[in-house]
């Protein structure tokens, strides 16, 4: 009686089915009192595993970011000497003949023999390479020497200060690193000291893949500004390289200074107790999650997937009665409870969403077959018969209009207004669909009705129906328009251009080519504006092509556009053919072009070919 009871109340109101709040919380309370005590156990387990994590991260980025900066100061000490650039030649190509010396007072005594024979009293580091290139053999050598011992003294103290396992520099010479100065500190010495470490003129091979920040950096060569951090895959031993680029004056790059860290001292060391503890918490937070997981499996997920299934065979069978009295016997005393209930409450309000689809649906097609009786209605009241008319030899015309919706806003037209003087317009009014079209209808039934009041010049016509559009015109929409008056017999013509797009004309003989010229402004922009006019003639032979600007802004795929280079293409590839056949091939072309992209804008096309006054 219960399930039934609930069953009727579903029915009648969906809302009324959630059963009393103060029994789930009871349930939920009873639930989850013990596993909560367990979920703040792992969750403090789980705290002190993320301090760990984040100890060890902090520490190693510190560590990181503290090897980069040291390197890269290690680098800025070298570019303090205004010829480091020299000096890595130097060194490089005549290492064999120097003497390397190391202690200060054999320095001090090259410095007092180099003061001697340098004309100049400027410090080392500021010497330039210009200015010490302009000294004697005996004299660049000695500058070498000193500036050498210098720098090694500098990574010296480096090396000491900030503990790397080598601090050294070097430059490339195809596929080997040449060595140049190294720093040396707790008694280390150098082979020439009778040590291990690598001095000036050392050779070590290298392939291109070893350090990929190092091939990064001798690509670009100079303005490298970031320095990453690489393993060394060179060795048999793990460690952690840091560079750094040494650029000379111009910002090129002479030599790279690089620091070697051991892995296991840069990452692990005071960390070793924190990853023992680390290891131990882990394993009890497993055993408490594999007790919180059955728990979870018996009071959630087993009845969720319950659900699941009543849900998916309501989506296959469409049984909403069965659907929802197999929720209501989901009774697990919390939110999944609560969770089935609200499900029962949706089946109810989808299916009456089903039923306003169905009256959508109908509405939908109603309109769909309002919508096609007006295109219907709409393409009526353009000229549609071709040949227009088979009396007239004097020419032949032809027009195609390919609305973008159902209705749209351009509209062509041609009638003679007495028996030799043919009106041609073509006009594209602002937007698309129903306001479009009624529109259009008005600015077409306003020119027809012009037409049959004293004529006038085409400027007067089209100033007049500009002053008629303006009026009640609240959507402030606009309308394009090109409208010509042609005498047939003679092939004199008057045109007017309101903002629309340039003609095309094709001479007898020659090829279709833009006319450009410059244009009025649209129509129902505002009242009162003056129309330009202007003449032209047609030769037997001549065609004359008009178009609304959904033609060179039609769009591919690719969000290319037509054009009107395009445009003339395609009549020039049909330039023998006659109106009938040619606009057609013209619309065929936009739908290749535009490749199954959605068409956008009304696309209208109007030719006409003159053959000259019958005889």
């Not at 178009?547 to 330039?575: F, H, I, Q, S």
């Amino acid at each position: 009686m219960r399930d039934k009871g609930r069953l009727l109340s579903y029915k009648s109101d969906s809302k009324n089915n959630i059963r009393d709040r103060s029994k789930t919380i009871k349930g939920i309370a009873r639930q989850i009192g013990i596993p909560l005590t367990m979920f703040l156990l792992v969750l403090t387990i789980f705290e002190q595993l993320f301090l760990i994590v984040y100890y060890v991260h902090n520490y190693y980025t510190i560590r990181r970011e503290s090897s980069l900066q040291f390197v890269s100061y290690t680098s800025k000490q070298l570019e303090n000497f205004n010829a480091i650039g020299w000096l890595a030649d130097f060194w490089k190509e005549h290492y064999q003949e120097m003497d390397l010396c190391y202690d200060d007072a054999s320095l001090r005594q090259k410095e007092e023999e180099f003061s001697k024979g340098f004309s100049d009293s400027e410090l080392l580091f500021r010497v330039s390479p210009e200015r010490i290139s302009r000294e004697p053999w005996e004299i660049q050598l000695l500058f070498a020497e000193i500036c050498y011992g210098r720098i090694s003294k500098t990574l010296d103290r480096l090396k000491t200060d900030f503990g790397p396992k080598y601090l050294y520099t070097f430059v490339m010479d195809g596929d080997e690193r040449i060595f140049l100065a190294t720093g040396a500190s707790n008694g280390e010495k150098r082979i020439s000291q009778g040590g291990e470490l690598l001095e000036l003129g050392a050779r070590e091979s290298y392939h291109t893949g070893e350090m990929p920040e190092l091939d990064k950096m001798l690509e670009k060569q100079q303005g490298e500004a970031e320095f990453e951090a690489v393993m060394d895959k060179k060795l048999n031993r793990e460690g952690l390289y840091a560079l750094a680029p040494v650029h000379d004056s111009h910002t090129n790059l002479v030599m790279v200074a690089a620091a070697y860290y051991d892995w296991r001292w840069f990452l692990f060391r005071g960390t070793g107790m924190l990853l023992i503890v680390g290891i131990i918490l882990i394993w009890g937070a497993a055993l408490i999650s594999i007790w919180v997981m059955h728990l979870i499996r018996k009071t959630v997920v087993t009845p969720i997937s319950r659900e699941q299934d009543i849900l998916k065979d309501f989506a296959e069978t469409k049984e909403s009665e069965k659907a929802i009295a197999d929720l209501v016997q989901i009774n697990t005393n919390n939110e999944i409870e609560v969770l089935a209930d609200n499900f029962a409450a949706m089946i109810t309000e989808i299916e009456k969403y089903v039923d306003d689809i169905s009256h959508m649906t109908e509405e939908r097609h109603r309109m769909e077959t309002e919508l096609s009786l007006a295109k219907t209605i709409q393409t009526g009241t353009l000229p549609m018969d071709f040949p227009a008319f088979p009396d007239r030899k004097e020419f032949e015309v032809y027009a195609s209009v390919n609305p973008a919706k159902e209705t749209g806003g351009d509209f062509y037209d041609f009638f003679f207004i007495d028996n030799n003087r043919l009106v041609l317009t073509i006009a594209d009014v602002s937007g698309k669909g129903m306001p479009a079209a009624l529109f259009m209808m008005r600015a077409l039934t306003y020119i027809r009705t012009r037409f049959k009041m004293p004529v006038g010049g085409p400027a007067g016509v089209i100033s007049d129906i500009n002053k008629w559009l303006c009026e009640r015109n609240d959507q402030a929409m606009f309308v394009t328009v090109w409208l010509a008056v042609l005498d047939v017999t003679t092939g004199q013509g008057v045109a007017v251009n309101a903002g629309h797009e340039d003609p095309v004309v094709k001479r007898a003989g020659g090829a279709y080519e833009l006319v450009e010229y410059e244009h009025s402004p649209a129509l129902a922009v505002q009242e009162d504006l003056v129309f330009d006019e202007h003449t032209f003639e047609l030769k037997p032979g001549d065609s004359l092509i008009v178009y609304t600007d959904g033609v060179p802004e039609c769009n591919n795929t690719k969000e290319e556009m037509y054009t009107t280079d395009r445009l003339l293409k395609a009549l020039n590839r049909n330039g023998e053919a006659s109106m009938t056949e040619l606009v057609p091939a013209v619309i065929q072309d936009l739908r290749d072009f535009s490749a199954g992209a959605p068409q956008f804008d009304d696309i209208t096309v109007m030719g006409l070919y003159y053959n000259g006054p019958e005889i």
